[in-house]
């Protein structure tokens, strides 16, 4: 999709998010009373969790789960099971294998009918008898990590393709491990090319779950939130991941996103059943978890969002603020233009353009010590002239 | 123009975009893979980032963010017949980093090995930790041969790295009598889930004992005076008897903590009923 329409795609969304959307129970959506009030957890007692069912596999979940591959705190996972939170995520890799037996030793202590667990397995072998023996052993150890005869899910990790998510060794090995009762349902996880895969597992008629990264700074968002439609249509559950894109807009990491604002965007959609944010404190649990009860978005994270959206942190106002402070007068505002075509736009013919009207291919910034230019949105002004620079390096011809 | 020559383009200017900064500036990157006698070194041309280390290892990737990933060089070894070690080796921003996501992965089961400043091994893999360098060495194969190979090549890098044989500096300041073997680890951030708690040193004492001690050296008196009033202000509780340089809080989600304040230090014990011992033991560390 061209940026200009993803702009539209998302300004749209946001309004449509904030109204229409909001307030109308998804199918199969409901809210519960609270119950008890836990010490500095948000459970207000006058509003009900927001609970939805993940597809046909009849499971049902608060729309805010626990992803725990960043937190080995087993008082921070108990303290998500007392806030009400009953859906976690794990894997096999994370913190090899030790996230799983932290998460065993935590749920021995709980009935099993209290939570539901997912782990995630990848396949090393290729697709191939061996295969199937390598991911079912490796299945088994994750069991045996987590102290249980059966997981409520569990994922084929990391499927980037269509051509993975119907091999039909993998195919083979999901089934036999719920045929013989190591998982109540099977799924994939992806984190690329997610309409391809949600469209594949469709297909296959063997996936009942797939956990897909989503948020609202994917450049091809509306895309995956088709696919995710069109897989929840189908009866597959819909889990989300990355809802948070990484926590900033800006890759030095200066500018913070407002995560629950991200959250409650992509929970809207009332195909997605849960998130699984992957929070490592009680303040973050509290904030994720007050999103149980109310997905709102405010007018503040709705602006929040739109504005971080549209050039996601890279955007130039080119206010020239900055070119005061800049001893040797370098067009920084034109170097911020080359950067966003650069990395928001992916169009290396326009940042070469800018690039050249600049008429420089010498580093400008080669005899001072220290940035003594100032960013009103607090870009690294210095690092991103040196990274763009190198687009002018590229022979005009090879960008035809 | 040909397609083949746009095709080609095209993938050329890919290519230069994905290039990291430091190879366009012509910075060389240090070797960290040697030559081991008997092995073949296959190097990976893929260098992973802090924007692309999910892709090698998915979700697993935003703990090793968190504790300052810089990148991952991967190399192959291969000898005859047929036996393949994978060798892979992460940097971090301080050796602190690096400890503190192996002692993440460690596993107490594990034997330990003399390697970097520390390491363990088990069937098919080999672990340790070298200044800022965290080293993960494997194989799918589990013979003689190839445990051997492990060990070997393990070795080769530790010297090639050529760090202190020590555990960071930090633990200095943990008392080492009764301190559990390898149990030390290093937490940068959200310390017992509270982000007021960051660059946490901590081990076990008394194996089986579930006694736990912690230190968090600050940068000054007044950064450890913010941790601490943070803390008090999370317990539900929290007592000093007369004279007692402990104050005895009770944390809603850990139970009782034994919390001392001294200097730019500040320190605790969890999960013990009698503190005594550790009290004592803890007083003489500290500054």
């Not at chain 1, 008629?205 to 989503?214: I, S």
């Not at chain 1, 890279?314 to 990395?343: D, E, F, W």
Request: aromatic letters at 8%; one cysteine or more; a negative charge.
């Amino acid at each position: 999709m061209h940026s200009t329409e993803r702009r539209s795609f998302l300004k749209n969304s946001f309004v449509l998010a904030s109204g229409a959307l909001l307030g109308v129970p998804a199918h199969g959506q409901e809210k519960r009373s609270s119950g008890k009030a836990e010490p500095g957890q948000p459970k207000p007692a006058d509003k009900k969790q927001i609970i939805r069912t993940l597809g046909r596999t009849g499971l049902r979940m608060p729309v805010v789960s626990m992803g725990v591959m960043n937190s080995g705190n087993p008082a921070l996972v108990r303290a998500a099971l007392e806030a009400g939170m009953t859906h976690f995520d794990t894997a096999h890799g994370y913190q090899k294998g030790r996230n799983e037996e932290m998460l065993g030793n935590v749920f021995k202590d709980y009935p099993r009918d209290a939570f539901t667990i997912a782990t995630k397995v990848q396949s090393e072998s290729g697709d191939s008898p061996a295969a199937v023996l390598d991911w079912l052993s490796k299945v088994d150890v994750s069991l045996k990590r987590l102290q249980m005869d059966s997981v409520d899910i569990l994922y084929l990790h990391s499927v980037g393709s269509r051509e993975r998510a119907l091999a039909p060794a993998m195919l083979e090995a999901l089934q036999k491990a719920k045929e013989s009762g190591r998982t109540r349902f099977v799924g994939l996880s992806t984190h690329s090319n997610e309409p391809e895969v949600l469209d594949a597992a469709v297909e296959s008629g063997v996936y009942d779950v797939v956990l897909t990264a989503v948020n609202f700074k994917q450049d091809h968002y509306p895309s995956v939130k088709a696919a995710i439609a069109r897989a929840a249509k189908a009866g597959v559950g819909i889990v989300a991941m990355k809802t948070m894109a990484g926590g900033y807009y800006d890759r030095a990491k200066t500018l913070p996103i407002n995560c629950k604002a991200a959250l409650k965007f992509i929970v809207q959609d009332p195909h997605v059943t849960t998130a699984i944010p992957g929070f490592t404190t009680f303040d973050q649990l509290a904030e994720n978890n007050s999103v149980n009860y109310d997905i709102t978005l405010t007018e503040e994270e709705r602006d929040s969002l739109a504005a971080g959206s549209l050039e996601g942190g890279l955007y130039c106002q080119q206010c020239s603020h900055c070119v005061s402070g800049c001893k040797n007068n370098v067009p920084i505002p034109s170097y911020m233009r080359a950067y966003m075509y650069t990395y928001g736009y992916r169009n290396l013919g326009l940042a070469h353009a800018v690039l050249s009207e600049i008429g420089t291919k010498q580093d400008p910034c080669l005899d001072c010590a220290s940035c003594t230019a100032e960013c009103v949105k607090g870009f690294p002004v210095r690092d991103r002239i040196a990274d763009v620079r190198r687009v002018s390096e590229i022979p005009e011809e090879m960008l035809a | 123009m040909s397609r083949g020559y746009v095709i080609r383009s095209a993938v050329m200017a890919v290519a230069f975009l994905l290039l990291p900064l430091a190879v366009m500036s012509g910075e060389s990157e240090p070797d960290v893979f040697p030559g081991v006698p008997g092995w073949t070194l296959l190097r990976d041309s893929t260098v992973y980032t802090p924007a692309t280390l999910w892709e090698y290892i998915n979700g697993a990737a935003d703990l090793f963010l968190s504790y300052e990933f810089q990148d991952l060089h991967i190399a192959y070894y291969r000898t005859s017949p047929e036996i393949e070690i994978r060798a892979e080796v992460y940097k971090h921003a301080s050796g602190e980093d690096a400890y503190g996501m192996y002692s993440q992965e460690r596993s107490p089961q594990n034997a330990a090995v003399p390697c970097g400043a520390e390491g363990y091994s088990d069937l098919g893999m080999l672990n340790f930790v070298a200044g800022p360098w965290y080293v993960k060495i494997s194989s799918n194969q589990t013979g003689d041969q190839s445990q051997s190979g492990l060990v070997s090549i393990a070795s080769a890098i530790d010297s090639l790295l050529n760090q202190p044989h020590r555990l960071p500096a930090g633990f200095d300041l943990l008392p080492q009598e009764n301190r559990v073997p390898r149990s030390e680890q290093y937490v940068s951030r959200d310390f017992l889930g509270y982000s007021f708690l960051s660059g946490a040193y901590m081990a076990d004492f008394g194996a089986g004992s579930g006694c736990r001690i912690f230190v968090l050296p600050k940068q000054n008196p007044a950064a450890a005076q913010s941790a601490y009033d943070a803390f008090l202000r999370v317990a539900s509780s929290a007592e000093r008897n007369k004279e007692d340089v402990f104050v005895r809080l009770h944390d809603p989600h850990h139970g009782n903590v034994d919390l001392i304040l001294r200097g730019n230090v500040l320190a605790g014990i969890i999960g013990c009923v009698d503190t005594h011992a550790l009290r004592s033991a803890l007083l003489k560390t500290l500054p």
